[in-house]
């Protein structure tokens, strides 16, 4: 429901385009990581995901379950909350390995929050926690980069600059830009494969904000 719902509103709000390196599809039981940098970017990763054939199952912030009907929603497709900075944190793991083993793509997002620049300008991405690796590491599956620019130009700042951006977006429609790098899988220690992951997903990022002209 997510995805399909993505797809259909996220073409109203702008001119989303996609693109991937060769070798780049997803095998089955794959983690897709993701750059984070706007409230918008996971709508448009999904969008764009659901042109490539891809449905994942998704890790968010489990504060999103408590919202009524998205909750059950996320409940009931199976994807996986995370509770930061609690105990319960690790189980989220445990929920996102058996999605992996049994074939499913599982989107993170290692920067665990979104930067606190308030203009729409876009970032490399920030730190990574060392989730995606210790997932990858325990599972063996491979990771797949995914780099997202232009979500900003969607909501990005302060509560009302969001809404405003919102509200006019259909009308000013900007260029959203997803890219598909080629899986890498990591072997190295927790230290060395959370930094290369980080590398790969910056890559892809780089990609991205060429196509949408948000050069950083």
């Known amino acids: 429901m997510l995805s399909r719902f993505a797809h259909t509103v996220v073409p109203v709000f702008g001119r989303l385009s996609t693109s991937t390196d ?4 997803p095998a089955p039981g794959s983690i897709l990581a993701a750059n984070h940098t706007s409230l918008a970017d996971p709508a448009v990763v999904l969008a764009a995901l659901r042109r490539l054939g891809i449905q994942p199952v998704v890790m968010a912030a489990a504060g999103l379950w408590r919202i009524p ?3 059950r929603a996320l409940a009931r497709e199976g ?3 995370v509770h930061r900075g609690s105990r319960d944190a690790a189980a989220a793991l445990d929920v996102a390995a ?3 083993q049994e074939g499913r793509h599982v989107l993170i997002y290692a920067e665990g929050g979104l930067p606190r620049r308030q203009d729409a300008g876009e970032a490399a991405p920030g730190t990574f926690h060392t989730g995606l690796a210790r ?3 325990r599972t063996g599956a491979p990771v797949v980069p995914v780099g997202q620019a232009g979500a900003r130009r969607l909501t990005s700042g302060s509560g009302p600059k969001q809404l405003a951006g919102l509200v006019t977006a259909p009308v000013r429609r900007p260029r959203l830009h997803v890219h598909v790098g ?3 899988v990591l072997t190295d220690d927790l230290t060395t494969s959370t930094a290369r992951a980080r590398s790969a997903v910056t890559a892809a990022w780089r990609t991205a904000a060429v196509q949408v002209d948000c050069r950083p």
Not at 22 to 25: L, R
């Open 69 to 71: 009907v998205l909750g």
């Open 98 to 100: 058996r999605a992996l």
């Open 135 to 137: 997932l990858a590491l």
């Open 22 to 25: 060769t070798g780049s599809a």
């Open 182 to 184: 080629r899986p890498l």
């Open 79 to 81: 994807h996986v909350p």
